[in-house]
Every structure is written in structure tokens, then in C-alpha cells.
């Protein structure tokens, strides 16, 4: 599962309002980020939506040289923080009840043609969004969405199966129909972060190991990345902890192709601006 590798891997970031934040972002960082993760929640007034799909965002992380990664969220956002409407359940999407949301968001993610990566409902193994813990929902609803952008021949999107670290029970939600197609990047989310969601502050190879050694051996010929990682600013020195977690990366964690910063002050402060990244 190791080895040392030379490969130099490529970072990106979540960043609120990019068309704000991106190149003071990347300024203080000293260098451009490789892949611009942002969130996109499905639509309720989606039918009167000309452009339900993040056109502008996309055009403007292309325009960066970056890739947009895209997390997909089957839910309507409100302005409660956390707080999201299930008014689309994983069954009614799977029956084909939006398939016409989904035809359009998938013609308008075909017209960018530069490579879009993609994530339908991420950290379905978590308890915390309505679409988790629901195994065979999730299945069918994830495989119905994929048949749909492949009938369309959107061949620009690659798919992201994000998972959170725990709990190790990825397979179970994971298309076995879709094993063939190498195409699909398998994410892993992770954070530390002292109290925050009852974590305690814990080194990197802690927090990604026996997930690394997962994906690993489950999905070995696909690419791997980490699709969601911040290190809050509270219970230990967040620059020694971003060091230790560089040099874990290069030794034993070699697989790991990218990873994506979460930069926002939220549940902890995140950002990672003030920061030396050792890349």
C-alpha cells in the first residue's frame, strides 16, 4: 500500500463565491489550484430555470485552467445553515419522475466540452442528508442518473463516488454494474478538527488509513482522490498537521491523485489561505 513516490499531486479547494474568492485564494497560496470543487443543489423551480446547470461557475473555473468538480446535492437549500428540503426522494429519481431536470442539466454540463467531474449525493454512507443510509435506493437512483448522461452521450463528465471515511461499508452503496467503467474517480471525505461533529485531533494517516487500504483493495483500477479534507485551527498546530499529512501522502498513500481543500469558516475555520502547502 506504499511506496515512495515523486509524483506531485494535484490540490484544489472548495472556495465560496469563486468569482469572488478564487484569485485571492490562489495569490495567497502562490500557486493556481488544479480543480475548483463547488456545490450544486437540485432546483425546485427548476422547470422555469433556464439554466438549471452552474454554466457560469464552470466557464469561469475552465477559464482558471482548472477542473470543476461538482457535488450534486438531491435536495433544496434553504437559509438555515444545514438545513436542506427532501423534495426529491431517492425512489421518485429513480422511477424517472425528473428525468427531464436531469436531461436538461446533463445537455447544459455537454456544451462546456472541457472535462467536468461529478458527484451525485457524496457521503452516502454518513447519516447526516437524506439520501444516506439507504443502500439499495441509492444504487438504483445513482445507476438511473448514469444511464441517463450515457444515453445523452455526455462523455466530457466523469463521475466521482464520494464516500465519507467511515463507515468502511462503501461497496454496499457502490452500482456493481458499473465496475467495468474505470472511468469513475472514487472520492474520500475526512476532516480534524477538535469537537467539532465529537471529533478529536488526530494525524492524517489516522483519519485516512484503513479508508485508503479500502479503496485500495475494492477499487483498484480506479483513480482515487480526496474529495473533501480541512484540519480545523483548534486542539493541535494546524501547519506541523498539514506537513505530517504531505509527507504521509508522497510515502504511503501514493494512489491519492488529489486532493480538494475545504476553505471555508464554518463548522471550524478551515481555510487554508495563511498556510504553507508543501506540494
Request: positive net charge; charged residues 25%.
Amino acid at each position: 500500500m506504499g511506496g515512495r513516490s515523486n509524483k506531485r499531486i494535484s490540490f484544489g479547494a472548495f472556495t465560496p463565491n469563486p468569482e469572488i474568492t478564487l484569485k485571492p485564494l490562489q495569490k495567497k497560496l502562490g500557486f493556481p489550484l488544479s480543480i475548483i470543487l463547488i456545490f450544486s443543489p437540485w432546483k425546485k423551480d427548476w422547470k422555469r430555470d433556464m439554466d438549471p446547470f452552474p454554466s457560469r461557475s464552470c466557464r469561469l473555473i475552465i477559464k482558471n485552467k482548472s477542473t470543476p468538480f461538482i457535488k450534486w446535492e438531491p435536495a433544496t437549500w434553504t437559509n438555515v445553515p444545514n438545513r436542506m428540503i427532501n423534495d426529491f426522494p431517492l425512489d421518485k429519481i429513480a422511477e424517472g419522475l425528473f428525468d427531464k431536470y436531469i436531461e436538461k442539466w446533463a445537455v447544459e454540463a455537454k456544451k462546456i466540452k472541457k472535462e467536468i467531474w461529478l458527484s451525485f449525493g457524496h457521503e452516502m454512507n454518513g447519516q447526516w442528508y437524506h439520501w444516506a443510509k439507504k443502500r439499495e435506493q441509492y444504487k438504483k437512483t445513482f445507476l438511473h442518473i448514469y444511464n441517463v448522461f450515457k444515453r445523452l452521450n455526455v462523455s466530457n463528465v466523469r463521475w466521482v463516488f464520494c464516500v465519507n471515511n467511515y463507515p468502511l461499508d462503501y461497496m454496499s452503496y457502490f452500482p456493481q454494474v458499473l465496475r467495468k467503467d474505470k472511468k469513475i474517480i472514487i472520492g474520500l471525505d475526512g476532516y480534524n478538527a477538535e469537537g467539532v461533529w465529537g471529533l478529536r485531533w488526530k494525524p492524517f494517516k489516522q483519519i485516512f488509513d484503513k479508508p485508503y487500504k479500502y479503496v485500495s483493495r475494492n477499487f483498484m483500477d480506479h483513480q482515487l482522490i480526496i474529495a473533501e479534507m480541512g484540519c480545523g485551527e483548534i486542539g493541535g498546530d494546524k501547519q506541523l498537521w498539514i506537513n505530517d499529512a504531505f509527507i504521509s501522502l508522497k510515502k504511503k498513500f501514493n494512489k491519492i491523485s488529489a486532493l480538494i481543500w475545504f476553505n471555508i469558516n464554518k463548522e471550524a475555520d478551515w481555510r487554508i489561505g495563511n498556510f504553507r502547502i508543501p506540494l
